[in-house]
Each structure stands twice: as C-alpha cells, then as structure tokens.
C-alpha cells in the first residue's frame, strides 16, 4: 500500500513537506494551544515547530518514525476537548469519509481551540496534473482534492469559524525538488504575480471552534452606570427639581 509520507520522502514531497512545516509554524506561534496534536506526518526530520510549553503529539495509521500515536483519523484515541489546537496534514483527501474525520476533529478540539486543515487545492496546477495523471493509483494523485469553500462549509456546520485561506506551491509541481539558478521554489513563489499564488497548489484553511450559549461579563463602566436610573441626564434633571422645590420653600 502507498502512504502519502512515502511521497514525502522524494525531492518534490520533501520541498512541499518543509513549505508546510514553515507555514505551520509561524501560525501556531501566534495561537493559544499548549496541546497540539498533528494528524499524519511527514517523515523524520520534518515537521511544524511547537514553542515555550506546548506538547504535541503526532498521528498517523501508517508505521513509521516521527510517530507518537497510531491511529486512525476516523476514530481518534483521545477524549473530547482534550487538546487545544489540531493539525490535519492532507488528511481529508485520502480517505473515503472525509465528513467523518472532520467530526472527530472537532470533537477533540476544546472549546476556542484552533483546527489548521492542509489540502490540496482542485483549481490548481496541481488539480489539473492531477486529472492528466497516469498513475492515479499513486500519492498524491490518488486523493480527492477538496475546494477551500467546501472545507470551509463544513468547518461552519460543526460550528468552527474559518479564517480567510492561505495558499502555497503555485508552480508546476514537475518544477518542485529542483533548483533554478540557485535559489529555491519559496523565493521564486513570491515573485509570482499575486493571483497566481493565489491558486496555489495546497490550501490551509484555520477555524476557531466555537462555543454558543456563553455569557460574557458586561463591561465595567457599563455596570457603573446603571447604578443611576435612567441615566446621567434624568438625574440632572431630578436634583434640579428637588433644589427648586428646597427654595420655594
């Protein structure tokens, strides 16, 4: 059986591999969430960087290195709200119940956590060799590519708030693992005009899980100020009346 982390091993993967675990990283940095767990992994010696005290846990049903859980993505071993941010690295496209692992997801998610989705983007050059490929047995042209709209959709429907995507590897994937000059793909991307790295060839979409039925403390001030009935200006006007009344008299 082929195993996407197979993939991740050639120049191409590796390229793409560290593209992502870069991405990841920065975006974890700026999130609350001590306990990470990443869903499918990308192999020894690569992988999003986690800072100060935060855990992290990888996942994955394939053997391998880099593993701390084996698993599968349909039916997590951990239990509900145990962890505070989840990372699913091309998990929805190789698998026959996307839905299904986009619940469990959630479900281990804690509430105001953050689920970090990679995905290969369909309305790419990616997308198309995927359609001209003559192996489509074969990572990762064998997956189902899924929209950003589509992950996005769902993310609402389990009640997780969705982020504008972010898109990368907009190149021909045949030019992925080589050098051009010198330089690597990363530095070439950015000189791409803007709507072409808009079409890149994975996505990743970021949702906050959110949780309905809480009550937020009123501000302070607007506490203090109802302790006067019917505001500032009604209370001018009722001590006014009482000094008139103290004169008449």
């Not at 990470?36 to 020894?44: M, P, R």
Request: net charge positive; proline share 8%.
């Amino acid at each position: 059986m082929a195993w996407l982390n197979d993939w991740f091993k050639t120049p191409a993967g590796r390229e793409l591999a560290q593209q992502e675990s870069r991405l990841l990283s920065r975006r974890l940095a700026g999130l609350y969430a001590r306990r990470v767990l990443q869903v499918g992994s990308y192999g020894e010696g690569c992988g999003p960087t986690v800072y100060d005290h935060t855990r992290q846990w990888i996942m994955d049903a394939c053997p391998g290195e880099a593993i701390t859980l084996r698993g599968n993505s349909q039916v997590m071993p951990l239990a509900s709200g145990s962890v505070d941010g989840i990372v699913l690295v091309h998990q929805l496209e190789f698998t026959d119940k996307p839905h299904q692992v986009f619940r469990e997801a959630a479900r281990v998610l804690a509430p105001e956590g953050h689920m970090l989705v990679l995905c290969f983007n369909p309305l790419s050059l990616w997308g198309v060799r995927r359609w001209l490929s003559l192996r489509a047995d074969a990572p990762p042209w064998n997956g189902t590519y899924l929209s950003a709209g589509r992950l996005m959709d769902w993310m609402r429907l389990l009640g997780v708030t969705p982020r504008p995507r972010e898109s990368m590897a907009p190149l021909p994937p045949p030019l992925y693992g080589q050098r051009a000059g010198g330089q690597d793909n990363r530095r070439r991307d950015t000189r791409l005009p803007r709507i072409m790295r808009g079409l890149g060839g994975v996505n990743l979409i970021i949702g906050q899980k959110r949780v309905s039925g809480q009550v937020h403390p009123p501000a302070v001030r607007q506490r203090r100020l109802a302790i006067i009935p019917g505001g500032l200006a009604q209370a001018g006007a009722r001590a006014a009346i009482r000094q008139e009344r103290h004169d008449s008299g």
